[in-house]
């Protein structure tokens, strides 16, 4: 029988960033991210991991740490949830503007006010326009992999990447996962090569304010502005979609488990409508398409898993024969409607894609939402659309909206 | 498009789950090791060769001595279903003065398993219904063998024995080997000993009406 262990999502990441071999963690405990830290905490007092392990006061300061490190050349880690990630989030935008590789677990969790320590992703999704790279997971397995995989996307690229999974769904629930070999992820994932190392014995001064138009410095080269800078770090996010497919490529290679890249699919080939989710809830949506089929509705599911950059190439792809796209986010853009929902449509705009799309607001602050709800969300969606209903307004699953 | 949509808005009536996976749920109170009872079974129901293993304390904060579930699902398939266990095939009560508490027969499916901790026979325990009850004194098994912790006995292991017995899911054996996995070898041993008198003390009956 192969390595598997029964582990919760919080060990999963935890094991991952040890085989990754990081140099320096800053984390601050933060339910339901803190068993994350206490095991990497524990990992480092143990010397199972040989990484400085810095004690920090706050989030903020978590990823302060972290964009020092990782600017003096080591490999670092660091996990948060809901209002710490809140906390963070200037931080966040000088880790992407500085090109740094941080690679960082977003364990999903609601944010307040009201307070809530329950699941949903409105967390990451607010950071959605920091730089970082999103990835979402929907089960251990996944996790595990994807941790690995960051590092050398982040590598490649130099861009931080932001592995997201669902707070407790995941986070608190143990399954088993398949766990490699140290010596395979040092070669799947060769030692960090920083962009540019800050060193005492060569001083210079990095991130200075820039002017808005380009000039010459002290030896007349003449250097970037503020906006060519922005438009590098554009520039990467796109590229980054091809490091994204070519690791998980590789990773399929080595280790024979091929999460898919942007996105993936499940029974989408001849499917008259599509389920659409991230993370957990989109592995719930398979449950739920088979369950439709055994009805005789034709449905399938796509999951989003890289949400920044956005898979628009994929995307069109996918959906290109649905008739019917119905989405269920744990997340909303407050005025609008849910954000991967205004997303995708976006992506579809003169790609001859006329599906009826209907968007879902679910499971928000932790409600559980099964399969057999997502089924029904579905049937009543279609029944409404066969009643010629065009423009369907974003729906709130199962919640009291009198 | 209104044309060819009408194909597949054909609403049969629901079907039940049609594929293997069996939920259980775990009543207890805080502090009697629930949680971590569900974590055995599913560890040794992987070992015994099902895929799809998966445990998973009811999520939030939690006090010691209050009413507490946690989960288990087990499958021939790799599982994909995250959401909370609605409705259980098997129950295991940990502690029978819950069964005045908590509503445990509507968490069972009908013809399903409810394995009971008391010194009564099935027919004694208080549960009426289309179920398979089972009954052991894990208690009783926990103090004759001197499984304690912090002077109180552990029935948590024990009942492992009692699942077995009453299900057929998981062997003594996979049970072992799961406890020697995650104890030191003397606990393991010890813990062993209670699953096996417990699993030998469980006394199964189908109950109706």
Same mark, same amino acid.
């Given at each position: 029988?192969?390595?598997?262990r %029964?582990i919760t999502g919080n060990q999963a990441a935890a094991l991952a960033a040890r085989l990754c071999d990081v140099?320096?963690v800053a984390a601050?405990p933060i339910t339901p991210q803190s068993q994350l830290a206490e095991m990497l905490s524990l990992y480092v007092?143990?010397?199972q991991l040989?990484a !400085?392990y +810095?004690?920090?006061?706050?989030?903020?300061?978590a990823?302060?740490?972290? $964009?020092?490190?990782? *600017?003096?050349?080591?490999r670092v880690f660091t996990a948060t949830s809901?209002?710490g990630l809140?906390?963070?989030?200037?931080?966040?935008?000088?880790?992407?503007?500085?090109?740094?590789?941080i690679v960082m677990c977003c364990v999903n969790r609601?944010?307040?006010?009201?307070?809530?320590?329950?699941n949903?992703?409105?967390?990451s999704?607010?950071?959605?326009? *920091?730089?970082?790279?999103q990835i979402y997971c929907r089960d251990n397995q996944e996790i595990l992999d994807t941790v690995i995989q960051a590092y050398?996307?982040a590598?490649?690229?130099?861009?931080?990447v932001m592995v997201c999974f669902d707070g407790f769904v995941l986070s608190h629930t143990m399954m088993?996962v398949i766990s490699p070999?140290?010596?395979?992820v040092?070669?799947?994932?060769?030692?960090?090569?920083?962009?540019? %190392?800050?060193?005492?014995?060569?001083?210079?001064?990095?991130?200075?304010?820039?002017?808005?138009?380009?000039?010459?410095?002290?030896?007349?080269?003449?250097?970037?502005?503020?906006?060519?800078? &922005?438009?590098?770090?554009?520039?990467?996010?796109?590229?980054? =979609?091809?490091?994204?497919?070519? +690791?998980?490529?590789?990773?399929?290679?080595?280790?024979?488990?091929?999460h898919?890249?942007?996105?993936?699919?499940?029974?989408?080939?001849?499917?008259?409508?599509?389920?659409?989710?991230?993370g957990s809830?989109?592995?719930?949506?398979?449950?739920?398409?088979?369950?439709?089929?055994?009805?005789?509705?034709?449905?399938?599911?796509?999951?989003?898993?890289?949400?920044?950059?956005?898979?628009?190439?994929?995307?069109?792809?996918?959906?290109?024969?649905?008739?019917?796209?119905?989405?269920?986010?744990?997340?909303?853009?407050?005025?609008?409607?849910?954000?991967?929902?205004?997303?995708? /449509?976006? #992506?579809?705009?003169?790609?001859?894609?006329?599906?009826?799309?209907?968007?879902?607001?679910?499971?928000?602050?932790?409600?559980?939402?099964?399969?057999?709800?997502?089924?029904?969300?579905?049937?009543?969606?279609?029944?409404?659309?066969?009643?010629?209903?065009?423009?369907?307004?974003?729906?709130?699953?199962?919640?009291?909206?009198? | 498009?209104?044309?060819?949509?009408?194909?597949?808005?054909?609403?049969?009536?629901?079907?039940?789950?049609?594929?293997? =996976?069996?939920?259980?749920?775990?009543?207890?109170?805080?502090?009697?090791?629930?949680?971590?009872?569900?974590?055995?079974?599913?560890?040794?129901?992987?070992?015994?060769?099902?895929?799809? +293993?998966?445990? #998973?304390?009811?999520?939030?904060?939690?006090?010691?001595?209050?009413?507490?579930?946690?989960?288990?699902?087990?499958?021939? !398939?790799?599982?994909?279903?995250?959401?909370?266990?609605?409705?259980?095939?098997?129950?295991?009560?940990?502690?029978?003065?819950?069964?005045?508490?908590?509503?445990?027969?509507?968490?069972?499916?009908?013809?399903?398993?409810? $394995?009971?901790?008391?010194?009564?026979?099935?027919?004694? #325990?208080?549960?009426?219904?289309?179920?398979?009850?089972?009954?052991?004194?894990?208690?009783?098994?926990?103090?004759?063998? &001197?499984? =304690?912790?912090?002077?109180?006995?552990?029935?948590?292991?024990?009942?492992?024995?009692?699942?077995?017995?009453? *299900?057929?899911?998981?062997?003594?054996?996979?049970?072992?080997?799961?406890?020697?996995?995650?104890?030191?070898?003397?606990?393991?041993?010890?813990?062993?000993?209670?699953?096996?008198?417990?699993?030998?003390?469980?006394?199964?009956? /189908?109950?109706?009406?």
């Amino acid at each position: 029988m192969t390595d598997a262990r %029964i582990i919760t999502g919080n060990q999963a990441a935890a094991l991952a960033a040890r085989l990754c071999d990081v140099q320096v963690v800053a984390a601050y405990p933060i339910t339901p991210q803190s068993q994350l830290a206490e095991m990497l905490s524990l990992y480092v007092e143990s010397g199972q991991l040989r990484a !400085e392990y +810095v004690r920090v006061e706050g989030e903020h300061s978590a990823m302060t740490v972290c $964009i020092g490190a990782s *600017t003096v050349g080591a490999r670092v880690f660091t996990a948060t949830s809901s209002n710490g990630l809140l906390y963070m989030h200037e931080q966040l935008h000088w880790a992407a503007g500085s090109r740094l590789p941080i690679v960082m677990c977003c364990v999903n969790r609601g944010v307040g006010a009201p307070w809530s320590i329950f699941n949903d992703q409105q967390d990451s999704l607010a950071q959605r326009d *920091t730089g970082w790279i999103q990835i979402y997971c929907r089960d251990n397995q996944e996790i595990l992999d994807t941790v690995i995989q960051a590092y050398r996307i982040a590598e490649t690229v130099y861009v931080p990447v932001m592995v997201c999974f669902d707070g407790f769904v995941l986070s608190h629930t143990m399954m088993p996962v398949i766990s490699p070999t140290p010596a395979a992820v040092r070669k799947f994932l060769p030692p960090y090569k920083p962009h540019t %190392i800050l060193d005492a014995e060569n001083p210079m001064t990095i991130n200075s304010v820039l002017l808005p138009n380009r000039r010459p410095d002290a030896e007349g080269v003449l250097c970037d502005g503020y906006m060519e800078m &922005r438009w590098k770090l554009q520039n990467a996010l796109d590229r980054t =979609m091809e490091a994204i497919r070519e +690791v998980n490529r590789s990773f399929a290679e080595a280790f024979g488990r091929d999460h898919g890249g942007m996105l993936w699919t499940h029974r989408t080939e001849d499917a008259d409508v599509i389920l659409t989710s991230m993370g957990s809830l989109a592995a719930e949506a398979t449950v739920a398409a088979d369950a439709l089929r055994e009805e005789g509705i034709k449905a399938g599911v796509v999951g989003i898993r890289v949400y920044r950059p956005f898979p628009v190439k994929e995307a069109v792809e996918a959906y290109r024969g649905a008739k019917a796209i119905i989405l269920f986010e744990k997340s909303i853009s407050y005025g609008y409607e849910g954000g991967l929902c205004s997303d995708l /449509k976006a #992506a579809f705009y003169g790609s001859g894609i006329q599906a009826t799309i209907h968007d879902y607001v679910a499971g928000l602050g932790g409600r559980d939402v099964k399969a057999r709800e997502l089924v029904e969300a579905v049937k009543s969606s279609l029944a409404r659309i066969q009643a010629g209903e065009k423009d369907l307004k974003t729906t709130w699953l199962n919640c009291a909206t009198e | 498009m209104g044309k060819t949509l009408m194909a597949f808005f054909y609403f049969p009536a629901h079907k039940e789950r049609t594929d293997t =996976m069996k939920e259980i749920i775990w009543f207890g109170r805080g502090g009697q090791g629930a949680v971590v009872a569900a974590q055995i079974l599913a560890e040794s129901a992987y070992l015994e060769g099902f895929k799809g +293993v998966t445990s #998973a304390p009811t999520f939030g904060p939690e006090r010691r001595g209050a009413p507490v579930t946690a989960s288990t699902r087990i499958s021939e !398939e790799p599982i994909r279903m995250f959401s909370q266990v609605e409705m259980a095939d098997i129950a295991i009560v940990l502690d029978n003065t819950l069964l005045g508490v908590v509503d445990v027969k509507g968490r069972v499916r009908k013809g399903g398993t409810i $394995i009971i901790n008391t010194a009564c026979k099935p027919e004694d #325990a208080g549960i009426n219904g289309d179920f398979n009850v089972a009954t052991v004194d894990a208690t009783g098994v926990a103090l004759k063998l &001197r499984l =304690m912790k912090e002077g109180a006995p552990l029935i948590n292991t024990p009942l492992l024995g009692a699942f077995a017995k009453a *299900t057929g899911i998981v062997s003594l054996e996979n049970i072992e080997k799961a406890l020697r996995s995650k104890l030191p070898a003397a606990a393991a041993s010890q813990n062993f000993e209670t699953v096996r008198a417990a699993y030998e003390g469980t006394v199964v009956q /189908k109950v109706q009406g």
